[in-house]
């Protein structure tokens, strides 16, 4: 307050004391203006305008103290008054103070009148504060109150002490009762039965946690009505934390809750018309930069939402670049003021599809011009564009904003003229407003007297009533169009309200279309269960009739009587609560009576504060049928890796057994004792060879090798297997022809053909019966014949198989090739076998027919083209005087120790030198030794630390020329020499015959 100006009133008839007084005041930092006064007219002349402060000696000879402070008091001044006095009693001094007077200073004391001023002031400023204050909470008290009562509110006060609870007169005109008892069990009648319980116990909450209470509930008013209200309040309490009182409003909110399931159910049928009409719609905020795309636009401009975060730049990777240019200057016109804009530009999609695109945009403003949101629509008008009739009558509808969709709206006079037409229905008019204004409807639209439109238009002006109608109208251009409309009647004739519905009611005919496609069931249903809608799909699907099925509770078609509604609308509501939308496998019947395993999908919807479910079921009897098969097909692919995993095992120490066998027969006398007991030995490695290979025809790991084949032969060796496989009350027959033709074909499937066939005649003869095996030559000429077999004229050799089964029916016997079909029981049968039969025959150039009769038994031919004019080879061939010798040099690499040492043994036995290692890193080792090149390579291409390939890449290396015969137990390595580089690299299976391994040898070594 340092050299604040203030303005002193001094009430002192002695000069001096007044310059003291002036002087102390500059001292304590003010800048005071004096004014200085004796007499009472003088004091009551100078009190406006109102000084600052007031001194004033207790006593002057006509005016005291006390006097001028009641003139301040009779006034209602609030003035700080401090008495300066040369003398004064405390006893006079406490009454001046109760008078009014802020303090009193002796004049022999002046030196604290500075800050006795200063607190004077203070003191008056905080009652102008206090005085402030009390008047904003009175206005503030009478403005709530105003307020209250404007809007219908009304005020209670529960006494939580006494539970007495005090209504305002607005909660009387609420419910409408003229008395109340105050008590809570009175409120609880008042009460919805289904909302009493909740606003109870939100109230207690609420005093418990001391948080706001809140509340929106339904009570009875005294008509009987079922009203909404809403509650509104808080707990007070005591300094103990004690619950005094709760206190709050309550209002009546029933049309605000009509209004909000109106604007639900509007909102809903827009979403569905934008979706249906394909409109993307976006908004762009400047402010903050946020741009927002709904889900069609994503969809229009082929983008997902989840990968493309929305964007003016994103927007115009899309647009056409011969566009781009005028979607920037449309851009611009809105940055620059412009309320809105519209063009159509060219679209081209992600995945090169061109769309036609009319795009609209308008903008927000302040009042001060400043943006603050361009928001518009994009809506593909392709179609539109290729056909023109199309466009016209598309482009008055389909805005994609809710301004674009607002009704048409015309009054037409008593003389049926255009007295005021808006832009919307001017559109749909097919006319400009100019065109419409002040026209006759039947100059317009010639012909419009005779319409229904017309028609009701007419009765409405003349009987002054309200009307609704839909109706069809023909434009004089031949287009036509389809209208809602209401009419009412005006002063100045009829109001007209009118919406198109022409696409609508096209998209409600597609959406049909669409439901009557799905292959689905669809189904609509309550909250209680009980069917509303099916799609077409649910009658072909269960095989009931829509009118059988509308009205019947669901639980009665999915589970017949195991569930009851009430359970499974609980289960729906789970269902439907899940973000995952897992569907639930179930197993349904049809109308007549069969079974079949389906998916359920269940989603919930509301409409008008009902729940209601969708409910879609899937028919997944072919995808069961299938994951079987997978699941069988799988079980056999891991038996045959084992089975191929032993074959190879075995392999090996077949090789060991007949090797050494044929080494030992090869220097053993015929007339030594233990001749016949090796031979007995060499002949059992032949016979497990034999079971080896069939283990790996099983595995489809065989080397497939066509040669000439005698199928007498072939069976003739397989029956004693035969007979192993059928038990013991089945006969097995068989006749061979007596002479049979070759055939070209490889001998392992051509016994898993056999034994396929015997094991499936002994599965259809569970009680026993026969079995006959035939072989014949057959010469087809004729076209009986040819058209039978689906085969060429020629000889053929027919091979048989026939039992006294079962039989089959025509229905399975169409698809007994199948693969995995069987009629077995679940774990009898893989269903393979067949169709490898029929694979096996085809691939041989052969066919095969089935004859069957249910329980007379069945009959499988096979026929083979016949090799008539080829030789066979025989064994004999390979015996005599052949010398397979050499001194060679040999590098023997293989990790099966038995194995390399009979290979050692046979090489050596004909003459070879032979280097022996047991991996490659060890073959590496002995060559980089050996002072002479290495004149074979014989290795096993599957080893430990370096395989047979990589082995032979280094040795190449250093010796390019090396010749190599690779050795193998797998089948699957059939196909490894397909890389090889040199053309001499060859291949022998395990296992083999010492004769045979020195002729492989021989003839690589031979080479040119």
Known sequence: MSNSELRVLVVEDNDVDVRIVLHELRKAGFDPAITRVQTEAEYLAHLNPAPEIILCDYNLPQFDALQALNILRAKSLDIPFLIVSGSIGEEVAVRAMQCGASDYLLKDRLGRLGMAVRQALAQHELRGAERQAKAAEHEAANRLDLAIASTGMGVWE???????????????????????????????????????????????????????????????????????????G??????EGQPLRFVGTVQEITD??????????????????????????????????????SEETFRLFGLEPDKIAPSYREFLRVVHPDDQAQVESRFQEILSGAESTEHEIRIVRPDGKLLWVNSRSRATRDGTGKLLLIEGTDQDITERRQAAEAIALSESRLRGTFDSMIEGCQIIDFDYRYLYVNESAAKNGR????????????????????????????FCMTQRVSRQLVSDFVFPDGSKGTFEMSMQPVPEGVSILSIETTERRRAEVLLRAVMK???????????????????PATERLFGYPAEQLIGQEINWLLYGQDRTPQELAEQFQSMAARADGQPLEIFTRRHDGSGFPAELTVTDFLLEDARYFTCIVREVSERKKLEAQFLQAQKMEAVGQLAGGIAHDFNNLLMVISGYCELVLDDMPVTDLNHEAIM???????????????????????????????????????ESMIRRLIRENVVVKVNLAPFLHH??????????????????????????????????????TSDRHSNAFDLQPGHYVRLSVSDTGCGMTDEVKSRIFEPFFTTKAVGKGTGLGLSVVHGIVKQSGGQIRVQSTPGLGTTFEILFPAEIDRIVPHDALDAGDTDYRGT????????????????????????YLVLEACNGTAALDLAARQLEPVDLLLTDIVMPEMGGRQLVEILRSLQPELRVLFMSGYADDTAFLHGAHVASDSLIHKPFSPKALARKVREILDLA
Request: aromatic content about 8%; charged content about 25%; overall charge negative.
């Open 431 to 458: 006319r400009t407003k100019q065109e419409l204004l002040g026209c006759r409807l039947a100059d317009v639209y010639p012909g419009i007297e005779s319409t229904e439109i017309f028609a009701t238009l007419k």
């Open 743 to 780: 055939v070209k074909a490889d001998a392992v499937q051509m016994d898993q053909v056999l034994i396929n066939l015997i094991v499936n005649s002994r599965d259809a003869m569970p009680d026993g019966g026969r079995v006959t095996i035939e072989t014949s030559v057959l010469e087809l």
């Open 680 to 718: 007995a030995i060499s002949e059992a490695g032949s016979r497990a060879a034999g079971l080896t290979r069939q283990l790996l025809a099983f595995s489809r790991k065989q080397i497939l090798e066509p040669t000439l084949v005698n199928l007498n032969e072939l069976v003739a060796r397989a």
């Open 256 to 293: 605000r809750k009509r209004n909000e399931v109106a604007l639900k159910s509007s909102q809903e049928r827009l979403a569905e018309a934008q979706r249906i009409a394909g409109i993307g719609s976006w908004a762009w905020e400047p402010s903050t930069d946020v741009v927002w795309w």
């Open 888 to 911: 060679e040099t040999v590098l023997l690499v293989e990790d099966e120790t038995a194995v390399r040492q009979i290979a050692r043994q046979i090489l050596e036995s004909h003459g």
């Open 158 to 232: 529960w006494d939580l002490r006494t539970g007495v609870v005090y209504w305002s007169p607005e909660c009387y005109k609420i419910i409408g009762k003229q008395d109340f008892g105050g008590t809570l069990e009175e409120i609880r009648t008042l009460l919805h039965p289904d909302d009493a319980d909740r606003v109870f116990r939100t109230a207690e909450s609420a005093i418990e946690s001391r948080t706001i209470y809140s509340e929106e509930f339904r009570f009875i008013n005294s008509s009987g009505e079922t009203r909404w209200a809403s509650n509104f």
């Open 517 to 535: 496609s799905v292959p689905d069931a669809i189904l609509t249903i309550t909250e209680a269960c009980v069917i509303k809608t099916i799609n």
């Open 234 to 239: 808080h707990c007070e309490y005591d300094a």
